[in-house]
């Protein structure tokens, strides 16, 4: 029987050795984009002292994976990922892929869908930015009105790069509209629709639209699970029972969206969040609407070991 691994900036770990994954976090994170002068760069000490205390509160709380999610045009930078795995037991995943167009590297607006899908291989398969940190899954992005033309030939050469390497595709989507744009884009390719992830679906209202999409087999990502919009929490909260009394609740996957380090803010942020509400608050209150073990763990340790996992 072939094992199941997930790629993790130190090589890739069996699907067995994992508890609770978190499916979509950042560590270092630069919105200010690729043209900024100082764009990704930051002193891997003071990154590790902001850092260090969310990563040992997660590892106590039980975390024993995390997925960073933030791809090239944002700020990835593998070597503080390499540094910051040094200084926790939780694993780490690194993404091949590129944010929205706005923040593309001007070479990625020239590049045609077989060079994109040839760099997201190499990401997976070699290692990203000339090291030999190999990326875990394939973090995209659309524009608010998007797929732009730029992001769907991104989506195709995500695509041809998954179908090559097993790895799921996960795009930060910021409605159903451009959710369903994406899947058609997709479908059109042949993917099998269990190899994507939509980022960021508990931000769209309409319930209806998550499990239409959960249907076809696409994973609906609810990672902005945050106590301090109670209005927010609750709305995540009913749709999840939803998706579960609908039999889809294999298709969940729960993340804070939360972190980062940001190299614009060097002494940190004031809107920096940790990694343990969905532990310390969220799985009590599943308990308490009746929300047994063995879904909790369906929903924090088997959903996202099935959308990461790749052959090993
Ligand atoms: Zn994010």
Same mark, same amino acid.
């Given at each position: 029987m072939v094992s199941k691994c997930l790629m993790t900036v130190k090589g890739s770990v069996k699907v067995?050795?994992? *508890?609770? !994954? /978190?499916p979509h976090e950042h560590l270092f994170t630069d919105? %200010? *984009? +690729?043209? #900024?002068?100082?764009? &990704?760069?930051?002193d891997v000490d003071k990154v590790i002292e902001i850092m260090r205390p969310n990563l040992d509160a997660a590892a106590e709380a039980g975390v024993t994976a995390l997925v =960073?999610?933030? +791809? =090239?045009? !944002?700020g990835r930078n593998v070597e503080m990922l390499t540094r910051l795995a040094e200084i926790t037991p939780i694993h780490i995943i690194c993404p091949a892929g590129v944010y929205k167009e706005e923040f593309h590297p001007s070479a990625y607006l020239d590049y045609d869908e077989a060079e994109v899908a040839e760099i997201f291989v190499r990401e997976l398969t070699e290692g990203i930015a000339g090291s030999s940190v190999r990326g875990g899954f394939i973090k995209l992005a659309a524009s608010g009105n998007g797929p732009t033309e730029i992001e769907q030939r991104n989506l195709r050469a995500a695509a041809q790069a998954s179908q090559k390497t097993g790895a799921v595709i996960a795009s930060h989507t910021e409605s159903a509209a451009v959710a369903q744009r994406e899947i058609a884009v997709l479908e059109a390719t042949g993917? #099998? /629709?269990? %190899?994507f992830i939509w980022v960021? &679906?508990? !931000? =769209?209202? #309409?319930v209806e639209t998550h499990l239409a999409a959960a249907r076809k087999g696409v994973y609906i990502e609810y990672d902005t699970i945050n106590t301090a919009s109670p209005d927010d929490y609750n709305r995540i909260l009913t749709h999840l029972l939803e998706m579960l009394d609908a039999g889809l609740g294999d298709r969940l996957l729960l993340s804070h969206d939360a972190g980062w380090y940001d190299p614009a803010h060097p002494d940190g942020w004031e809107g920096m969040r940790g990694y343990t509400e969905i532990i310390d608050d969220f799985i009590p209150t599943l308990r308490d609407r009746g929300v047994d073990d063995a879904a909790i763990q369906m929903l924090t340790r088997d959903n996202p070991l099935q959308a990461f996992g790749m052959d090993c």
């Open positions: 067995e050795e994992f *508890g609770l !994954v /978190l919105l %200010r *984009g +690729p043209s #900024d002068p100082g764009y &990704a760069q930051g =960073e999610c933030t +791809p =090239e045009g !944002v993917l #099998d /629709l269990s %190899r960021h &679906a508990s !931000v =769209e209202p #309409d």
